[in-house]
């Protein structure tokens, strides 16, 4: 379970992203789970959590203001 302020931050990941929080969580979730394996395609999966992770950065430096402004109390949220 998500406390209020993970979820707030996690709609401020999803509107950054233009995706919902389901979207993004299931994106997350899907490449984590892939990951613990040991073979070549567990470490493919990593590699794509990786690049997710900076995709997601990008996205927040690119559009974390405008989401600030557009939901509010969750202003400088980041878990």
């Not at 959590?49 to 927040?60: F, G, P």
């Amino acid at each position: 379970m998500l406390s209020e302020a993970e979820k707030d931050a996690v709609d401020r990941l999803a509107l950054c992203m233009n995706l919902t929080r389901s979207g993004v969580l299931a994106n997350i979730i899907a490449q984590f789970v892939a990951a613990t394996g040991d073979k070549l395609e567990a470490k493919t999966a990593e590699q794509a959590l990786t690049n997710y992770l900076d995709e997601c950065r990008q996205a927040v430096k690119a559009r974390g203001d405008f989401a600030d402004r557009t939901i509010p109390g969750i202003k400088g949220q980041n878990p």
